[in-house]
């Protein structure tokens, strides 16, 4: 089926830097999405992104994040500057329609943790 | 807020018994209703979704039915097997537009041989 790829799968960084997660989402998607995962807890939704646009954010989307997509390349999360709380799975999603009873395709999420 | 409860935490079973896995709803809307897997390592796969009221999804011989009047969307399989030892989410979306998906805690389902 459709691929969602995510890099890296892995980052470890120090409290205070910048990281941007990369998400390659399936090519002919146009809706695009974060959620984060801490361990042991449930899936939660951080923003969606259409033409260029945030449509949606939650309240986990703190002012220290934020998303783009130049160009049709990447879809990113930036994080700047990270705090200790920001440790969690971090996961993409796309979607091809505007319509929320559409399923999500999910990357394999990239794991970040901040010391 | 929407939510989603998942009774069961984890789960183990044998092969060829039965599988449920409770879900309920809390939503302000009408949503439409899915069922995630997700195996070690990897992202959350679409299992199927119901959008509304009686519609029942399937797939992989997992079914479910939306049943409004429970708010319930239970994941049930007649026969498991080793191969379906995986995280189960039950998940909520608003049909009208495309909003985050809302997640239940999911349901570690393991079978032994």
């Known amino acids: 089926g459709p691929k969602v790829l995510q890099i890296p799968s892995h980052q470890i960084i120090d409290m205070g830097q910048m990281v941007t997660l990369n998400c390659d989402p399936v090519s002919n998607h146009l809706y695009f999405y974060w959620y984060k995962q801490i361990l042991g807890q449930q899936m939660e939704f951080l923003v969606n992104f259409y033409n260029g646009k945030v449509m949606e954010k939650s309240k986990l989307f703190k002012d220290q994040f934020s998303v783009e997509r130049p160009d049709g390349s990447y879809f990113t999360l930036k994080i700047q500057p990270t705090a200790l709380e920001d440790s969690a799975v971090y996961f993409c999603a796309s979607s091809p329609w505007d319509w929320g009873g559409y399923e999500q395709y999910f990357g394999p999420g990239t794991r970040l943790t901040v010391l | 807020g929407d939510s989603v409860t998942q009774t069961e935490g984890q789960v183990a079973l044998s092969e060829e018994d039965f599988l449920t896995i409770h879900c309920n709803y809390s939503a302000s809307g009408y949503p439409a209703l899915f069922w995630y897997v997700q195996y070690p390592g990897e992202g959350p796969q679409f299992l199927f979704r119901?959008?509304?009221?009686?519609e029942k999804g399937s797939s992989r011989g997992f079914e479910a039915t939306y049943d409004k009047g429970t708010t319930s969307f239970h994941l049930r399989k007649a026969s498991v097997q080793e191969s379906d030892s995986a995280v189960y989410y039950c998940a909520l979306g608003i049909n009208n537009y495309a909003q985050g998906l809302t997640f239940g805690l999911g349901t570690r389902v393991s079978v032994f041989p």
């Open positions: 119901a959008s509304r009221d009686k």
